[in-house]
């Protein structure tokens, strides 16, 4: 696999994990061009934080950390409106970008490497066990199959995205490439959730 590319970049206010299911609404003329070119083609396209700006409207600035998602599913519910279902593959750095003339956002990326598998150690388990009972109550839709309960990057991004995290958090633990400190993020979180 390649350790470069140039790819399409769509700022939202998510950041989006290997594996994590993604579904967007995309209307505006500059990201329905990129949809039918990803479909096309079948090529992914970079979801980054937005830094600066706003999803609509004028290109916003992206943080240079993201995530490559790739499109599962698509449907046209009236002309000029996508409907997809998208999934994060490959996390990725920006290292330069350009505006195109329809505002659609271009950037060279690099990748970073996949963290190592790595089981969920003692300590967490609670969280593995965590997500093992929220997965039973919600839409089994928006969790990637099979569930990899002894994965604990795995874990940690499936939970980061269902717990109400900060937006620095989020793109905090997209950086991380040890498990164990992406769960001891995650903890972190949960204890000062509950904390009197």
Not at 81 to 94: K, V
Not at 118 to 126: I, L
Request: net charge negative; glycine share 6%; hydrophobic share 40%.
């Amino acid at each position: 696999m390649k350790d470069t590319a140039e790819i399409p970049i769509f700022p939202l206010n998510t950041v989006l994990y290997p594996q994590g299911v993604l579904p967007l609404r995309v209307f505006e003329a500059r990201y329905v061009d990129m949809t039918k070119s990803c479909i096309g083609d079948d090529e992914v396209f970079g979801v980054c934080l937005i830094h600066e700006g706003h999803e609509t409207g004028s290109p916003a600035t992206p943080e240079v950390w993201g995530c490559t998602a790739r499109i599962r599913h698509w449907e046209v519910p009236t002309p000029g409106l996508f409907s997809l279902i998208t999934q994060g593959e490959r996390i990725f750095c920006i290292r330069e970008r350009f505006t195109t003339p329809s505002g659609l956002t271009r950037a060279l990326v690099q990748y970073a490497a996949h963290p190592d598998p790595q089981p969920v150690p003692a300590r967490y388990q609670p969280l593995a066990q965590l997500l093992e009972d929220v997965a039973g109550q919600i839409d089994p839709r928006l969790l990637p199959t099979p569930l990899r309960l002894d994965d604990a990057a795995w874990v940690a991004w499936r939970l980061a995205e269902l717990l109400p995290l900060a937006a620095e958090d989020r793109l905090r633990l997209l950086q991380l490439r040890d498990g164990a400190a992406m769960l001891a993020l995650i903890e972190r979180h949960i204890g000062s959730a509950h904390a009197p």
